[in-house]
């Protein structure tokens, strides 16, 4: 069974950072692309980030490309976001989500339960 | 940049009815298109992928269809357990979501 398992959401400060993981298992780790989507509070969904499953690939929205960056670490089955120059407006439940396939670009069949980011002072 | 047009952005019917969501793509992204369903407080679910495969063990109530720019989300016959909000998002252009739909029961 996919087991996905976000930690690291906390209250930061404006302009501080942040180090969100997420512990996968239950599939082949290296097999396939995984992102992180965002949901703030009573809003949409929206995609934050992805890497393929090499991890060579990495890709970003326009709203977060500079601040943040994603990464893998196959040796432990991690997939981390690691976000820095934080605003307000990054207030919100980070999920991480798997794809169907090594490619970034694909469906999220399965998702984590999600954890909380707040950005205020 | 890719633009993902849902609509209605809420609905209201009755157990029974059948449902129909659209999604238009603002460019051609061909069939690269799930739909999700979110219940209040929990993780999205995929139910659709490649505008019309439905995920193993999805009920068949749920279809999707369309190519291009648009298309179609469709909730058979709507049971109470249905009661969420669906999201469509394409994976053409890298990645991005419709705004959402929220159905709710009459």
């Known amino acids: 069974e996919v087991q996905l398992v976000e930690s690291g959401g906390d209250l930061v400060q404006p302009g501080g950072s942040l180090r969100l993981s997420c512990a996968a298992s239950?599939?082949?780790?290296?097999?396939?692309?995984m992102s992180w989507v965002r949901q703030a509070p009573g809003k949409g969904l929206e995609w934050v980030s992805a890497?393929?499953?090499?991890?060579?690939?990495?890709f970003y929205a326009d709203s977060v490309r500079g601040r943040f960056t994603i990464s893998r670490d196959k040796s432990t089955n991690t997939l981390y976001l690691h976000m820095d120059s934080l605003r307000a407006e990054d207030t919100a439940v980070y999920y991480c989500?798997?794809?169907?396939?090594?490619?970034?670009?694909?469906?999220?069949?399965?998702w984590g339960q999600g954890t909380l980011v707040t950005v205020s002072s | 940049d890719m633009q993902m047009t849902q609509s209605p952005p809420s609905l209201s019917a009755s157990v029974g009815d059948r449902v129909t969501i659209t999604c238009q793509a603002s460019?051609?992204?061909?069939?690269?298109l799930s739909w999700y369903q979110q219940k209040s407080g929990k993780a999205p679910k995929l139910l659709i992928y490649?505008?019309?495969k439905l995920k193993t063990g999805v009920p068949s109530r749920f279809s999707g269809s369309g190519s291009g720019t648009d298309f179609t989300f469709t909730i058979s016959s709507l049971q109470p357990e249905d009661i969420a909000t669906y999201y469509c998002?394409?994976?053409?252009?890298?990645?991005?979501f419709g705004g959402g739909t929220k159905v709710e029961i009459k």
């Open positions: 998002q394409q994976y053409d252009d890298l990645l991005s």
């Open positions: 989500a798997k794809t169907s396939w090594a490619m970034a670009r694909g469906p999220f069949d399965s």
């Open positions: 460019q051609d992204i061909r069939n690269s």
């Open positions: 890497i393929s499953g090499g991890g060579i690939g990495t």
């Open positions: 239950g599939f082949t780790f290296s097999n396939y692309a």
């Open positions: 490649d505008a019309s």
